[in-house]
């Protein structure tokens, strides 16, 4: 980690050269703590850019609760001996890129070698009392916003099978799993807003019908309104949809009511298993104007994909139009 050139920071306060068995942080008064971790294989041939990525994804589950990242340790798997110490070292940099761009403290971490490559962080955020999303917190009426476009899943599978065009797709997936969910988790602070999650391996679907199930509300989505990457569709159509993804519709399957003439690709897409996607807010009616412009000002998607039923749903359920 010295290589990588790691500043000094005020909040830390134990040696970063000391071989210290754990690290001692200052924490700010009157704030709660939120911790989550994550990491996963590649999903990019780069491995600085995988760094990024699998460090965005993991910032991004604090950001859903309306926190702000505050520490983050390295969570490291690596084929030691096999594989050269150059790769571990772009995908720690690219990792620590997008913790300094989320402003927290990047506070040591933990490696094990391993046959497959795996990164990820484990992360502490902050949040006010008071003033967090959960999944509780849908009411009928809430408009649906959705931040970033479906498709990772599918395209990373392209990916893989080295499809033609794949550079294309492998940067289409970095543009939009390596972007921080930071703006719209400040919006969940500045407008109040009560429920929020990220889009990540469940799918689109899955992590809808989780908020729908905490908070006992049934969810309608348009289907054809739901952005999705360039190609997703196509690849979808052509059967490159993880096993996740798969798994994803089948456990679901009970919960979901699907209107005739959806298009079974976009319904794959709805439950692929995103790496680093969106965010998922519930945004009430007085306020969906002021929350889309802030995020469309920042340079963000907030595409209106759904809304809460005024139907009672104490198991879950999602309505596909």
């Known amino acids: 980690m010295r290589e990588l050139g790691i500043p000094d920071d005020p909040r830390l306060l134990t040696g970063k050269g000391d071989n210290e068995d754990a690290a001692v942080v200052s924490l700010p008064p009157g704030k709660v703590l939120v911790q989550t971790v994550d990491f996963f294989t590649p999903v990019v041939n780069d491995p600085f850019r995988f760094g990024q990525i699998a460090a965005a994804n993991a910032l991004s589950d604090v950001y859903a609760m309306g926190g702000e990242p505050f520490t983050a340790m390295n969570i490291v798997c690596f084929p030691s001996g096999r594989m050269p110490l150059d790769v571990l070292r772009d995908i720690l940099a690219g990792g620590l890129s997008k913790v300094r761009e989320s402003g ?18 484990s992360v502490s955020g902050l949040a006010d009392p008071g003033k967090f999303a959960t999944n509780r917190g849908l009411r009928p009426g809430d408009c649906l916003l959705l931040t970033k476009p479906l498709g990772t899943g599918v395209l990373a599978t392209a990916v893989k099978a080295a499809m033609p065009g794949c550079e294309d797709m492998e940067e289409a997936i970095w543009q939009v799993a390596s972007r921080l969910n930071s703006v719209p988790g400040a919006l969940i602070r500045e407008f109040g807003l009560k429920a929020a999650t990220d889009v990540t391996g469940f799918g689109f679907g899955g992590h809808a019908l989780e908020m729908s199930k905490a908070s006992a509300w049934a969810i309608e989505v348009r289907a054809e309104g739901v952005p999705v990457l360039p190609r997703a569709l196509d690849l979808a159509r052509q059967g490159f949809v993880p096993g996740g993804s798969h798994a994803n519709r089948r456990y679901f399957d009970s919960l979901t009511r699907v209107a005739p003439g959806v298009d079974p690709a976009r319904l794959d897409l709805l439950f692929d298993a995103q790496t680093s996607g969106g965010m998922l807010l519930a945004v009430s009616q007085d306020l969906i104007q002021p929350v889309r412009a802030r995020l469309e000002a920042a340079g963000e998607l907030a595409a209106e994909v759904g809304r809460v039923l005024d139907m009672p749903a104490p198991d879950g359920l999602l309505v596909i139009l």
Request: charged content about 15%; glycine content about 16%; overall charge negative.
């Open 104 to 121: 927290a403290v990047m506070a040591g971490g933990h490696s094990v070698s391993d046959a497959e490559v795996k990164y990820g962080l």
